[in-house]
């Protein structure tokens, strides 16, 4: 992979450049694996950055995705609408347009959009539109118009991704379960992995998904919730082990409504990059067994963006 570049803008301070030459991972993903979660980055030159962004990144062009997906030895993406450039798609439909089909697209949309914009960016491989509740990266949409779109992209079969942070899924969980869609939480909804994987915390969250068969979550991002690693550098095979008891759980206790995603070129870490091919060892300590991988990294996701290929054996 070629190495990152800013593409004219000024990065914001401190700003973690994504890893380039990552590790061959030793786990051999299963045959038609989906990265169900990543991003691309302008580049800056071609897509400019949203000016009410929060944060100014480095490019991660779809040249570059689709390198590391190949050396990773996945089949497909599914590229999720970054918050640095805000409702401005432009960027991830370029991606999708170049991707021969192996990716679908996740985008970020206002109640301006029109039904025209909505069937274009269907036809490139859009399929869910994602709400972010995280205060530090995006200001607050009302829900009101969030619902609204949710009414609008349920008819063609798009579903809701939610982005929040644990402490805040009480006050917002009679708005996630009045979504008339599947519903999809990031990363098992950033859990506090300090506290313990039996506790009220946590247990509020796996009591959302028990309740509620239209909410999957991806269990993926440990990079971002864990506190005491070890990180995934190195040849560090076993990262994130604090992490590992929580999406563990969340996969064996729901094993048909996982998704995993490496989330390159990770924007925001502060503490450390991660290499991309150690993170996908992190997959068989949280997916123990055959049958659990391939629900995570191929049944499920071609189930939610790809339901075309679907044959008897995937139901």
């Given at each position: 992979?070629?190495?990152?570049?800013s593409?004219?803008f000024?990065?914001?301070?401190?700003?973690l450049?994504?890893?380039?030459?990552?590790s061959?991972p030793?786990?051999?993903?299963p045959p038609?694996?989906?990265d169900?979660?990543c991003?691309?980055?302008?580049?800056?030159?071609q897509?400019?950055?949203?000016?009410?962004?929060k944060?100014?990144?480095?490019?991660?062009?779809?040249?570059?995705?689709?390198?590391?997906?190949?050396?990773l030895?996945f089949?497909?993406?599914?590229?999720v609408q970054?918050?640095c450039?805000?409702?401005?798609n432009?960027?991830l439909v370029d991606a999708?347009?170049?991707a021969n089909?192996?990716?679908?697209g996740?985008?970020?949309?206002?109640r301006s959009v029109?039904?025209?914009?909505?069937q274009?960016?269907h036809a490139?491989?859009v399929?869910g539109v994602?709400f972010n509740?995280?205060?530090?990266?995006v200001?607050?949409?009302?829900?009101d118009?969030l619902?609204?779109?949710?009414?609008?992209i349920?008819?063609?079969?798009?579903h809701?991704?939610?982005?929040f942070?644990?402490?805040?899924?009480?006050?917002?969980?009679?708005?996630f379960?009045s979504?008339?869609?599947?519903?999809?939480?990031?990363?098992?909804?950033?859990?506090?992995v300090k506290k313990?994987?039996d506790g009220p915390?946590?247990?509020l969250?796996?009591k959302?998904?028990r309740?509620h068969e239209n909410?999957?979550?991806?269990v993926s991002?440990p990079e971002?919730l864990?506190?005491s690693g070890p990180?995934?550098l190195d040849g560090?095979r076993?990262?994130y082990?604090?992490?590992?008891?929580?999406?563990?759980?969340?996969v064996e206790?729901?094993?048909?409504r996982?998704l995993?995603g490496?989330?390159w070129?990770?924007p925001?870490l502060?503490?450390?990059?991660?290499?991309?091919?150690?993170l996908?060892?992190?997959?068989?300590?949280?997916?123990t067994?055959?049958?659990?991988?391939?629900?995570?990294?191929?049944d499920?996701?071609?189930r939610l963006y790809?339901?075309?290929?679907?044959?008897?054996?995937?139901?």
């Amino acid at each position: 992979m070629s190495k990152p570049t800013s593409g004219g803008f000024e990065k914001t301070p401190g700003w973690l450049d994504w890893y380039a030459g990552p590790s061959k991972p030793q786990f051999q993903l299963p045959p038609g694996s989906v990265d169900a979660h990543c991003h691309v980055f302008g580049p800056g030159a071609q897509f400019p950055y949203a000016p009410e962004r929060k944060y100014t990144p480095c490019d991660a062009s779809w040249e570059q995705l689709f390198a590391l997906r190949n050396h990773l030895g996945f089949d497909k993406n599914v590229i999720v609408q970054a918050t640095c450039h805000g409702a401005d798609n432009r960027a991830l439909v370029d991606a999708l347009q170049h991707a021969n089909g192996r990716a679908r697209g996740v985008a970020t949309v206002k109640r301006s959009v029109s039904d025209q914009d909505l069937q274009a960016m269907h036809a490139a491989g859009v399929r869910g539109v994602r709400f972010n509740f995280v205060k530090r990266l995006v200001d607050f949409t009302p829900k009101d118009e969030l619902l609204e779109i949710a009414g609008r992209i349920a008819p063609l079969g798009w579903h809701v991704v939610i982005y929040f942070e644990a402490v805040d899924l009480p006050e917002l969980w009679d708005f996630f379960t009045s979504l008339p869609t599947t519903v999809v939480v990031d990363h098992m909804g950033r859990p506090d992995v300090k506290k313990p994987v039996d506790g009220p915390e946590f247990e509020l969250f796996l009591k959302f998904m028990r309740e509620h068969e239209n909410v999957w979550s991806k269990v993926s991002c440990p990079e971002r919730l864990s506190v005491s690693g070890p990180p995934a550098l190195d040849g560090e095979r076993k990262a994130y082990r604090d992490v590992v008891p929580f999406a563990r759980k969340v996969v064996e206790t729901f094993p048909d409504r996982v998704l995993w995603g490496t989330d390159w070129p990770h924007p925001n870490l502060k503490d450390h990059m991660p290499d991309d091919g150690l993170l996908v060892d992190f997959i068989p300590h949280i997916a123990t067994t055959p049958e659990l991988q391939r629900k995570l990294l191929v049944d499920n996701p071609t189930r939610l963006y790809w339901p075309e290929l679907l044959n008897g054996n995937l139901k």
